[in-house]
């Protein structure tokens, strides 16, 4: 079993910013991609940011430049570090890992349970 736990959300003004944290634990025999997608309210979900074994990153080109992603592999954790938060970022982010568990053969996606973020005045 794998757990994904999130935390750091909550309520920002607008150029505010918020550090996000996802910690994986459980049977875990190797991690391959985190990463961070979010669904506002009547929207699909959508990936934000992913670290693939902390060597390739990806980004939304809405997040570019005022998002960074970052992982710490050897405590199973990424983290979101989110500048210049607009309104448009309001949403519930979810933190995604590709985990191999012990005598697993492949890779399976975990999620968490989601942690809101608001950007308000």
């Known amino acids: 079993q794998v757990q994904l736990v999130e935390s750091g959300g909550g309520l920002v003004q607008p150029g505010g910013s918020l550090r996000l944290s996802c910690v994986a634990s459980g049977s875990i025999f190797s991690i391959n991609t985190m990463g961070w997608y979010r669904q506002a309210p009547g929207k699909q979900r959508e990936l934000v940011a992913a670290?693939?074994?902390?060597?390739?990153?990806n980004y939304a080109d809405s997040v570019k430049g005022r998002f960074t992603i970052s992982r710490d592999n050897a405590k199973n954790t990424v983290y979101l570090q989110m500048n210049s938060l607009k309104p448009e970022d309001t949403a519930v982010y979810y933190c995604?890992?590709?985990?191999?568990?012990?005598?697993?053969?492949?890779?399976?996606?975990?999620w968490g349970q989601g942690t809101q973020v608001t950007v308000s005045s």
């Open positions: 670290n693939t074994r902390g060597a390739i990153t």
């Open positions: 995604n890992a590709q985990v191999r568990v012990p005598y697993g053969v492949r890779y399976n996606d975990y």
